[in-house]
């Protein structure tokens, strides 16, 4: 029976001092002047969970590498728990996190796994520490030297409007105020273009585009009619509002530091009788990492924001251009 409770005690410690190690690492990496969003947080952070906690359940007798990886899950779910109710963040960007995180749970579960068999083989913890060593100094360098780099990206959406340039470029340059959004992704918090407001006109002017989470100040640097409209944004607001009972949080992802709009464009070409390709063109910055992930999420919200105005400036446009043949 002593045994048995030892055993069970270690099934517990283990994902309870998982979920601390993880905690606490991301308090370090977070809660500081300079918050550092990347491989630090997303790789070594949940990869010390998986070796901590598989290592520690190991002690019970457990050697099964998927039990091992299942009480690692149950670590990072409690730590995850624990931050969400803590208001450290919101819904939707833990959920975001979460697939970025199990791979390298899944390495530190490996590593535990090697650790618990090292008992019978030691084969295995020379080959455990030949594996971090691999691992741990490409993480350090990237920590090293790309803590600050910003990946700049380009991002275009294009919509086919049955109306000429001359009547969507009216639209684009009068856009207004946009109908009210009801979708799933403006109910997540995710930043809904609402509004636009071109005060005069020309190279120079000044553009200000209203998000669901804040002011969007914008300066035209290009003017063609019926053909092009470019400008350049002078602030970003955040990119989205977190969703969280238990507070209000203001992580510093959605800082301007971490995603900030550059430069907006919208063009024109004429492809048929009565027909134009409208393409709207995002060029953004973002300091997250590993960036080949969350460039896709910030894509996404950049095709969002597009597709909306898309579709507003087409509607528009076809009834504008349905009147004017009408009257004709």
Same mark, same amino acid.
């Given at each position: 029976m002593a045994n048995r409770g030892r055993r069970n005690y270690w099934k517990i410690a283990g994902p309870v001092l998982g979920s601390l190690t993880g905690l606490g690492l991301t308090a370090l990496l977070l809660f500081n002047k300079d918050p550092d969003y990347g491989l630090a947080l997303f790789f070594l952070m949940p990869m010390s969970v998986g070796i901590v906690t598989s290592s520690i359940v190991a002690w019970s007798g457990v050697s099964s590498f998927m039990s091992l990886l299942g009480y690692s899950g149950l670590a990072?779910?409690? +730590?995850?728990?624990?931050?969400?109710?803590?208001?450290? /963040?919101?819904?939707? @960007?833990?959920?975001?996190?979460?697939?970025v995180l199990l791979v390298p749970l899944v390495i530190g579960c490996f590593f535990g796994y090697a650790i618990a068999k090292s008992k019978q083989d030691k084969n295995n913890r020379l080959h455990a520490i030949l594996a971090l060593l691999i691992i741990l100094p490409p993480v350090a360098v990237d920590e090293l030297f790309h803590r600050d780099h910003a990946d700049i990206v380009t991002y275009s959406s294009r919509v086919d409007v049955a109306a000429s340039p001359d009547v969507v470029w009216q639209e684009v340059e009068h856009l207004g105020t946009l109908p009210p959004a009801t979708d799933w992704l403006s109910k997540l918090g995710l930043a809904c273009p609402e509004s636009?407001?071109?005060? *005069?006109?020309?190279?120079?002017?000044?553009?200000? @585009?209203?998000?669901?989470? *804040?002011?969007?100040?914008?300066?035209?640097?290009?003017? &063609?009619?019926?053909?092009?409209?470019?400008?350049?944004?002078? +602030?970003?607001?955040?990119?989205?509002?977190?969703?969280?009972?238990?507070? /209000?949080?203001?992580?510093?992802?959605?800082?301007?530091? #971490?995603?900030?709009?550059?430069?907006?464009?919208?063009?024109? &070409?004429?492809?048929? /009788?009565?027909?134009?390709?409208?393409?709207?063109?995002?060029? #953004?910055?973002?300091?997250?990492?590993?960036?080949? #992930?969350?460039? +896709?999420? @910030?894509?996404?919200?950049? /095709?969002?924001?597009?597709?909306?105005?898309?579709? @507003?400036?087409? +509607?528009?446009? &076809?009834?504008?251009?349905?009147?004017?043949?009408?009257k004709n």
């Open positions: 990072l779910g409690l +730590q995850g728990a624990a931050f969400f109710a803590g208001g450290g /963040d919101g819904f939707a @960007c833990l959920a975001m996190s979460l697939l636009t407001v071109l005060k *005069g006109r020309g190279v120079g002017a000044e553009r200000d @585009c209203t998000l669901s989470t *804040g002011l969007m100040k914008e300066t035209i640097t290009a003017w &063609e009619p019926s053909k092009m409209l470019g400008f350049v944004a002078l +602030q970003t607001p955040p990119t989205m509002k977190e969703l969280n009972p238990f507070g /209000d949080p203001h992580p510093a992802h959605l800082e301007a530091k #971490y995603f900030r709009i550059l430069y907006g464009e919208f063009k024109l &070409e004429r492809i048929g /009788d009565g027909l134009t390709r409208l393409t709207r063109t995002t060029r #953004y910055e973002h300091r997250i990492r590993p960036a080949i #992930y969350w460039t +896709q999420w @910030c894509n996404l919200a950049a /095709d969002y924001a597009h597709s909306r105005v898309l579709e @507003c400036i087409k +509607q528009s446009a &076809e009834a504008r251009g349905s009147i004017k043949m009408a």
